[in-house]
């Protein structure tokens, strides 16, 4: 059985007051091409369909259309909410489309049933665990001892009646120790969220969610996909994961990337540099950047000036000697210092540098335009 493993979509994420839900159309349109290419048996979305727990209108309608398109091919499509979502609105009418073959985690009450497809090897058993905290486990496991997540994650899974002997498949949006989390992920104190991927032993393959990097998490049968769009500018590149599930115990996962509409990137240079045209020509200027400029002194207005030829800029840096120290500004001058001289003193531990004769002379004509205006 092949199973096609996507997680943390977010629909409907902006960046930089840029709205990226181009990309994610264009990101979903190929998935599907990837889907019919592929021929998977089930699509599994491991969490976070949407980037708020109230979407917007425009996100929600790409999902609907999304899912329209999925079920119009007969594949059937496990689902469940992550910490993004809300759990609620993510499982509205689930009862209601399971006929359709999409299936939504329904908000964790403490069971959860499994939904099983059938090939040439027998059963396979699909768990939806939808993002769990200790809190919410509690409520349903009286009995038993929750201080961590991964008592509460061994709680709940201890509950499920498995079969040992089937092949069976858990979907999931936690955060197993030792996975290399992004900086665009919601990172916990001290590493609280942390679950043992012991927990998970009992599955042939569990598709999770929360990370945007795609890796594995101890062994082959314990999976992120990652994001399928770059959500910070230290993301590398995107794909989807393909699991293949022969007889029991026989498990090959394989990657297939993805091509971004717009990439996230980062370039450097002086501000004459990366606004040369031999830079800039033959790159696609509408990719999401972070500029980093190497000119000594600041540049009057760059960000709407680079925004001319880089619309998508979504952050500008400077790296030069003002911005590689940091002198503390200590009054070192003395009283008896004049206030040009208090100024420069300022200016040079402000940039790491000595105020040019130029600007020497601006400040000395306008301190005695401000004086010889005073009564």
């Given at each position: 059985?092949?199973?096609?493993?996507?997680?943390?979509?977010?629909?409907?994420?902006?960046?930089?007051?840029?709205?990226?839900?181009?990309?994610?159309?264009?990101?979903?349109?190929?998935?599907?091409?990837?889907?019919?290419?592929?021929?998977?048996?089930?699509?599994?979305?491991?969490?976070?369909?949407?980037?708020?727990?109230?979407?917007?209108?425009?996100?929600?309608?790409?999902?609907?259309?999304?899912?329209?398109?999925?079920?119009?091919?007969?594949?059937?499509?496990?689902?469940?909410?992550?910490?993004?979502?809300?759990?609620?609105?993510?499982?509205?009418?689930?009862?209601?489309?399971?006929?359709?073959?999409?299936?939504?985690?329904?908000?964790?009450?403490?069971?959860?049933?499994?939904?099983?497809?059938?090939?040439?090897?027998?059963?396979?058993?699909?768990?939806?665990?939808?993002?769990?905290?200790?809190?919410?486990?509690?409520?349903?496991?009286?009995?038993?001892?929750?201080?961590?997540?991964?008592?509460?994650?061994?709680?709940?899974?201890?509950?499920?009646?498995?079969?040992?002997?089937?092949?069976?498949?858990?979907?999931?949006?936690?955060?197993?120790?030792?996975?290399?989390?992004?900086?665009?992920?919601?990172?916990?104190?001290?590493?609280?969220?942390?679950?043992?991927?012991?927990?998970?032993?009992?599955?042939?393959?569990?598709?999770?969610?929360?990370?945007?990097?795609?890796?594995?998490?101890?062994?082959?049968?314990?999976?992120?996909?990652?994001?399928?769009?770059?959500?910070?500018?230290?993301?590398?590149?995107?794909?989807?994961?393909?699991?293949?599930?022969?007889?029991?115990?026989?498990?090959?996962?394989?990657?297939?990337?993805?091509?971004?509409?717009?990439?996230?990137?980062?370039?450097?240079?002086?501000?004459?540099?990366?606004?040369?045209?031999?830079?800039?020509?033959?790159?696609?200027?509408?990719?999401?950047?972070?500029?980093?400029?190497?000119?000594?002194?600041?540049?009057?207005?760059?960000?709407?000036?680079?925004?001319?030829?880089?619309?998508?800029?979504?952050?500008?840096?400077?790296?030069?000697?003002?911005?590689?120290?940091?002198?503390?500004?200590?009054?070192?001058?003395?009283?008896?210092?004049?206030?040009?001289?208090?100024?420069?003193?300022?200016?040079?531990?402000?940039?790491?540098?000595?105020?040019t004769e130029a600007q020497t002379d601006f400040a000395r004509r306008l301190m005695e335009e401000i004086w010889e205006g005073e009564p």
């Open positions: 059985m092949k199973l096609l493993h996507l997680s943390d979509l977010h629909l409907g994420k902006r960046l930089g007051g840029c709205s990226l839900l181009e990309d994610q159309a264009y990101i979903l349109d190929q998935i599907l091409s990837i889907a019919d290419r592929e021929g998977p048996d089930a699509l599994i979305i491991a969490g976070d369909v949407y980037d708020k727990g109230v979407p917007p209108a425009e996100a929600v309608a790409l999902f609907d259309d999304f899912l329209s398109r999925v079920a119009a091919r007969g594949l059937p499509a496990f689902i469940i909410s992550g910490n993004h979502d809300s759990p609620e609105r993510l499982a509205f009418a689930n009862r209601l489309i399971r006929g359709s073959g999409v299936y939504l985690a329904p908000v964790y009450d403490g069971a959860v049933a499994p939904i099983t497809l059938t090939d040439q090897y027998g059963p396979v058993h699909f768990y939806l665990l939808p993002f769990l905290k200790p809190a919410h486990v509690r409520r349903f496991c009286p009995e038993a001892a929750i201080e961590t997540w991964t008592d509460a994650l061994a709680a709940a899974l201890s509950r499920l009646d498995l079969d040992p002997a089937a092949r069976n498949v858990l979907v999931a949006h936690q955060f197993v120790t030792g996975a290399a989390r992004s900086e665009s992920e919601e990172l916990s104190v001290g590493g609280a969220d942390n679950v043992d991927a012991a927990v998970f032993d009992s599955f042939d393959y569990v598709a999770l969610g929360h990370i945007h990097r795609p890796q594995t998490a101890g062994r082959d049968g314990l999976r992120y996909c990652g994001s399928p769009l770059k959500y910070a500018f230290s993301e590398g590149e995107k794909s989807v994961t393909l699991a293949h599930l022969g007889e029991k115990g026989n498990l090959t996962v394989r990657t297939v990337p993805l091509t971004p509409l717009r990439d996230m990137r980062e370039i450097r240079g002086t501000y004459l540099e990366v606004t040369a045209r031999s830079f800039y020509q033959g790159t696609n200027t509408q990719d999401y950047l972070h500029i980093t400029l190497t000119d000594e002194e600041d540049v009057p207005e760059a960000v709407g000036k680079l925004r001319v030829i880089y619309p998508n800029l979504l952050r500008l840096d400077y790296d030069n000697t003002r911005t590689r120290q940091d002198q503390a500004i200590d009054g070192g001058a003395g009283e008896t210092a004049s206030p040009l001289d208090l100024f420069a003193d300022l200016y040079e531990k402000q940039n790491n540098q000595p105020m």
